[in-house]
């Protein structure tokens, strides 16, 4: 399985985007599915996850409110929706795959990383 994260871009502060980490392969729905992203300068953190079945997920506190993480098994996607945006979000954002929580190890599979700058 790869990933492919993809929907980044330039968005205004308060504004939305929705990231897209499509997966090839037919293992995907057998994995959890976690979002990280890394700010200039700063270490990787962890955003959020979401189980194989999408039943469950979870968010750190800075993004719970304003992201959602979803996910479309049958189209082998995943999602990030991001609202209510500040610049403090700005980072490159990844997409990941393996068995969830907020370990960088725990996660097998990595997409590429998609910037998001969100400006004031």
């Known amino acids: 399985v790869q990933l492919q994260a993809s929907g980044g871009g330039l968005v205004q502060d308060g504004g939305s985007l929705r990231l897209s980490c499509a997966a090839s392969?037919?293992?995907?729905?057998?994995?959890?599915m976690g979002w990280f992203r890394q700010a200039p300068g700063k270490e990787r953190e962890f955003v959020g996850h979401i189980t194989w079945s999408g039943g469950s997920t979870y968010y750190v506190d800075s993004v719970k409110g304003r992201f959602i993480i979803s996910r479309d098994n049958a189209k082998n996607t995943g999602y990030l929706q991001m609202n209510n945006l500040s610049p403090d979000d700005t980072a490159v954002y990844y997409c990941?795959?393996?068995?969830?929580?907020?370990?960088?190890?725990?996660?097998?599979?990595w997409g590429q990383g998609t910037l998001v700058t969100v400006s004031s």
């Open positions: 990941a795959a393996g068995n969830g929580g907020s370990c960088e190890w725990n996660y097998i599979l």
């Open positions: 392969g037919r293992t995907f729905s057998r994995y959890a």
